[in-house]
């Protein structure tokens, strides 16, 4: 981790166009509702983040926990390849020393260069926060920055409720900053905290800020940004304060963070880099975006937003026919940028509003090369659509479209059938509820009846199919179910509904759902379940399509 790549004063930073990257996904995307790191986590998070280039990666508040001093620790004897972990602390406590602060010393045994550290901007924060003057404030901005300064620390001092603060007290608001600076910090960024402020204000304020800097702008001028969601725009206030100087921004993946979660990076470094021109991470690194966005998701296990800009399964899918066409002919048409820039591919979606162009582009991503005047590619569209007025959907069960498009081709091969199957339910006396499955297999001609237990009916029936196909099929040990959703498409029917249920497996490289529709969730959940595991093995060997249901 090589100081020379971080700049030290005005004179080594000279306008260009790199912007520097602070990730705080370990610290502020953690205090995500429902997001909860361990350890482990945590090294893994850092590791993605160190293979996409980001230089500054926010490891936590050592002191705060013992997670963090030990994450600390750990990356002590395994460094990170090219980024600079940093250590986040508040300045020193009222009335007291920086260097007599316990917390202080915890931050120095961490062993980081650099130490984020923030202090208040906001004067009511000051009064009735830390119910101490103005004045006590900024001498705890001065001491703790000179302290850590003088223990060998660079400094980067987040200006907390900094746009709340200079909306009520201007003239104390800058004086904070001045003060941070002359103590030594080296980059000073400005904190939309609260996620109240639009980009105009952003774009004003920070305009403000250097002409309140005056002779010493040039000092000044590595400002950052750090902003919240909370009014829907924490990505266009990061992009209208870079357009005004800073050069220093702060965000996580995936846009984690506290309420509304914070500036997402996965949509603000393919914005700087890719449309503003702004040099971020290497274009080779650029191109792992999709996937370390989606690894961390994992890591979080937090379900990827599929909506996500950039990075979102649906970013590049295109659904009505005549976007479907246009696209085939130049990309250009329907997108925005190409999607393999950032890692993401180009998706045709199929669903009753597909077109005969849809079925073509979409069995092209499927090696399959079909001939518009081929009488299947109509039989396949008339089928679809008339599984889809039955209540199935395919626009999110891409893997079941394959199997159908690939039995109309004749294409789908018999290894096995599923006979039938049998689930039993039995609620014991310490109130839980146990489920047994029983299937019938034939392979090659021999029969095979297997059961199998499970805590739901569902996870029986999958453990049953499984074993019973295991010996023959090896690979399917490794597929594992990762979603499973129910979906009611008549309530008024109540109980007797008819339900669409689409699970989702993965084999620890690739995602793939399939989809079942059945007045009877099991039968839905049986079908869903038999063309998961069979099209895991169809992502083996595309040729080896191993299973016909009978009850299809």
């Avoid at 000279?14 to 912007?19: D, I, V």
């Avoid at 013992?66 to 009222?94: G, I």
């Avoid at 009735?128 to 980067?156: F, P």
């Avoid at 990061?238 to 506290?258: F, S």
Wanted: net charge negative; with cysteine.
């Amino acid at each position: 981790m090589g100081s020379d790549i971080l700049p030290i004063s005005r004179s080594q930073f000279p306008m260009t166009n790199r912007l520097w990257i602070y990730d705080t996904t370990l610290r502020d995307g953690a205090q995500c509702e429902g997001l909860s790191l361990s350890l482990e986590d945590k090294l893994r998070i850092a590791r993605q983040l160190d293979s996409l280039g980001i230089p500054f990666i926010e490891g936590g508040w050592p002191g705060a926990n013992p997670k963090d001093v030990q994450f600390f620790w750990r990356l002590k004897e395994q460094p990170l390849t090219q980024a600079e972990v940093v250590a986040f602390c508040s300045t020193r406590r009222p009335g007291t020393t920086a260097a007599n602060d316990e917390m202080l010393q915890a931050i120095l045994s961490a062993g980081t260069r650099w130490v984020t550290l923030f202090g208040k901007s906001w004067d009511l924060h000051v009064i009735e926060s830390l119910k101490t003057t103005l004045e006590e404030n900024l001498a705890m901005i001065r001491d703790t920055i000179e302290y850590l300064r003088s223990q060998g620390r660079r400094v980067i001092y987040d200006a907390e409720h900094w746009f709340d603060g200079y909306k009520h007290n201007q003239d104390y608001a800058i004086k904070t900053l001045e003060v941070a600076a002359d103590a030594g910090a080296e980059w000073l960024v400005l904190c939309d905290t609260n996620g109240g402020t639009l980009p105009h204000e952003v774009s004003q304020v920070v305009c403000d800020v250097l002409e309140a800097l005056g002779t010493n702008r040039e000092k000044f001028l590595q400002l950052g940004i750090h902003t919240h969601n909370d009014s829907g725009v924490a990505v266009a206030n990061a992009l209208a304060a870079v357009r005004e100087g800073v050069r220093m921004v702060q965000g996580t993946i995936n846009g984690y963070g506290e309420r509304c979660g914070n500036a997402d990076l996965c949509s603000l470094i393919p914005n700087f880099q890719l449309k503003l021109g702004q040099n971020c991470i290497e274009d080779e690194q650029l191109v792992r975006l999709t996937q370390v966005s989606r690894s961390i998701s994992e890591i979080v296990n937090l379900a990827p937003d599929d909506h996500a800009p950039f990075v979102g399964l649906s970013a590049f899918a295109h659904k009505g026919g005549i976007h479907v066409s246009a696209v085939e002919k130049n990309p250009l048409t329907y997108e925005h940028l190409e999607p393999e820039k950032i890692g993401n591919r180009r998706r045709i979606v199929i669903s009753d509003q597909a077109g005969l162009s849809n079925v073509l582009a979409k069995a092209r991503t499927f090696g399959i090369e079909l001939d518009r005047k081929n009488p299947a590619c109509r039989q396949i569209l008339e089928k679809l659509k008339d599984l889809e007025s039955q209540g199935y959907q395919f626009e999110g069960a891409e893997a079941s479209f394959e199997l159908l498009m690939r039995e109309a081709l004749g294409k789908r091969k018999r290894l096995f059938e599923i006979k039938g199957f049998q689930v039993h339910c039995d609620k014991g006396r310490e109130e839980t509820v146990n489920s047994l499955a029983t299937v019938k297999v034939t392979v090659n001609g021999q029969d095979i009846l297997e059961c199998a237990e499970g805590n739901g009916p569902v996870s029986a029936l999958d453990a049953a199919l499984r074993k019973a196909l295991r010996n023959f099929y090896p690979a399917i040990t490794d597929f594992n179910l990762t979603d499973y959703k129910v979906r009611i498409l008549d309530g008024g029917a109540g109980t007797s509904a008819k339900t669409r249920v689409l699970v989702e497996f993965s084999n620890g490289q690739d995602r793939w759902t399939t989809v079942g529709v059945s007045g009877n969730i099991l039968d839905a959940s049986y079908q869903a379940v038999v063309e998961g595991l069979e099209y895991g093995l169809v992502l083996g060997d595309r040729e080896a399509i191993v299973l016909t249901v009978s009850s299809y």
